[in-house]
Nanobody, 119 residues
Framework: QVQLHESGGGLVQAGDSLRLSCTAS????????LGWFRRPPGKDRDFVADIRWSDNFTRYTDSVRGRFAISRDNAAEYTAYLQMNNLRPEDTAVYFCASAAERDRYPYWGQGTQVTVSS
């Protein structure tokens, strides 16, 4: 089992920045990557970004590329961040981090953190 804890959500205005944090604990040695997902109001949960632990390879969905950056904490193993810049109202969502056991398979999820961007 891998446990995940997110933090850093909040209410901001369009154009502002936020940084989300996610810390994994438990059987972290089995974790392949860490991903961020989001569920906008009334919509399905979608992929945002992920980072592979072995080589820091990152992926982004098109709508956030260039505005969001996923990174890991070099001092704290299995901690990752999502730096969100130039936020837009359409970025409003509950953001979840998830631990992958292998590429694109995420069996472990955090509880989510709300990000609200006002116009």
């Amino acid at each position: 089992q891998v446990q995940l804890h997110e933090s850093g959500g909040g209410l901001v205005q369009a154009g502002d920045s936020l940084r989300l944090s996610c810390t994994a604990s438990g059987r972290t040695s089995s974790s392949y990557s860490l991903g961020w997902f989001r569920r906008p109001p009334g919509k399905d949960r979608d992929f945002v970004a992920d980072i592979r632990w072995s080589d820091n390879f990152t992926r982004y969905t098109d709508s956030v590329r260039g505005r969001f950056a996923i990174s890991r904490d070099n001092a704290a193993e299995y901690t990752a961040y999502l730096q969100m810049n130039n936020l837009r109202p359409e970025d409003t969502a509950v953001y979840f981090c998830a631990s992958a056991a292998e590429r694109d398979r995420y069996p472990y999820w955090g509880q989510g953190t709300q990000v609200t961007v006002s116009s």
